[in-house]
């Protein structure tokens, strides 16, 4: 039987709450509906992605906030498609990270679901990491689990890769054994970072790439950044902003005198090298003679045309497009995922893979918050 579940997404760039409405019928699953709803200010969720003073008090109405936030944004989407809550099965809520540290065994994702559940009056799963970290895991990625349920096809090589903040990867080599995922490193949040630190009346990020595409590359700047050892790290990995901040940069920098533009243009570069450079070397390594190779992007980035022209530049012989041709937009990819994992969780499947996470098995992922 058919049900409608909605996903609330809120990534590390924390330009908007992504709202996506599914239906799902067994292993059938359309976008029904779908809006981004702009966060009032993100200058405090900013703030606690980085240690500082008084974080409990400030984590608890920012815990709030998110709630409310996220709140209106489901309530919007229903009143973009005419419906009540009482036609959706569940919200599965992936919350704001504020912190994500897998090397100390914790992740942190904000937006009291039992306060979102009372304010929509629609049941929420939410807490989807920690399961999966509990068993030795990442706790992240988990959208991996998603695309391979959906997009991969045999005898093609499949990678779907993720421009949010963090770029991440999902590798579905065509048959059953062998899928991978992980977080590649920084995309948008050092561009993003960088640009609103050289532009605090602009639109927030680099509209295009256009700020980007200004500059010149730094080639001995590049090497440097790629020399962090996060990027030589065997997978199961991954990361968050809190790795890879502008007080990192600054401190690779050192005060020399680079124009702002040309470290612009050099941090699209970290991008596109460090994704190319982590994708798999060669498509026979995945059981298959010469199988297709193809790349489809998702997230923000998706958008930043000089970023994939990069991008293709390193990955000759690989076909790239963006979700749409699999039938789910860039932007909503991410929103997609958590409803699917809210519908796992209610059918009492298991939503990671531990061959991306790390886990030391399959789990049924999240903690339900009734709404009555």
């Known amino acids: 039987m058919a049900e409608r579940y909605i996903g609330l997404m809120s990534g590390t760039s924390m330009d908007g709450i992504d709202a996506v409405l599914v239906v799902i ?51 919007a989407l229903l009143a973009k498609t005419g419906l009540t809550p009482a036609d959706i099965r569940a919200i599965g809520s992936h919350g704001q990270t504020i912190r994500h540290r897998p090397q100390l065994g914790f992740t942190l994702q904000i937006g009291n679901a039992a306060l979102l559940a009372a304010l929509t ?43 949010g ?44 790439g256009q700020w980007a595409a200004s500059g010149q590359l730094i080639p001995e700047l590049l090497e440097q950044l790629l020399a962090h050892p996060y990027f030589a790290a065997p997978h ?32 699209q570069a970290l991008t596109c090298h460090s994704i190319a450079r982590q994708l798999p070397a060669t498509p026979e390594a995945f059981g298959a003679s010469q199988p297709k190779t193809e790349l489809f992007v998702c997230g923000g980035g998706a958008y930043n045309t000089p970023l994939l022209a990069e991008l293709a530049s390193l990955l000759p012989g690989w076909r790239i497009a963006n979700t749409a041709e699999l039938g789910i937009a860039p932007d909503w990819m991410e929103g997609a995922a958590f409803a699917w994992l809210a519908e796992r969780f209610i059918k009492r499947k298991p939503g990671n893979l531990p061959a991306v996470t790390g886990a030391s098995r399959p789990a049924v992922l999240g903690a339900l918050y009734p709404a009555g």
């Open 25 to 75: 019928d067994g292993d059938q699953l359309r976008v029904e509906a779908a809006l981004s709803h702009p966060w009032p200010t993100a200058h405090e969720l900013h703030e606690l992605c980085t240690p500082s003073d008084n974080e409990i008090d400030r984590m608890g109405v920012a815990d709030n906030l998110v709630a409310r936030e996220f709140a209106a944004a489901t309530h």
């Open 165 to 208: 903040g963090i770029a991440n990867i999902s590798v579905l080599p065509g048959h059953a054994n062998g899928v991978y995922g992980f977080d590649t490193g920084p995309a948008n949040t050092l561009l993003d970072g960088w640009y609103r630190r050289h532009h605090p009346k602009g639109a927030g990020y680099d509209a295009g």
């Open 236 to 267: 199961p990995k991954s990361t968050g902003r809190e790795m890879f901040t502008l007080d990192w940069l600054d401190g690779e920098l050192a005060g020399r005198p680079y124009a702002p533009a040309d470290v612009q243009r050099t941090l």
């Open 121 to 163: 009056g629609i049941d929420v799963v939410a807490d989807f990491r920690t399961m999966d970290m509990a068993l030795g895991g990442q706790g992240a990625p988990l959208v991996p689990a998603f695309h391979q349920a959906f997009f991969a096809r045999p005898g093609t090589l499949r990678v779907v890769l993720n421009l």
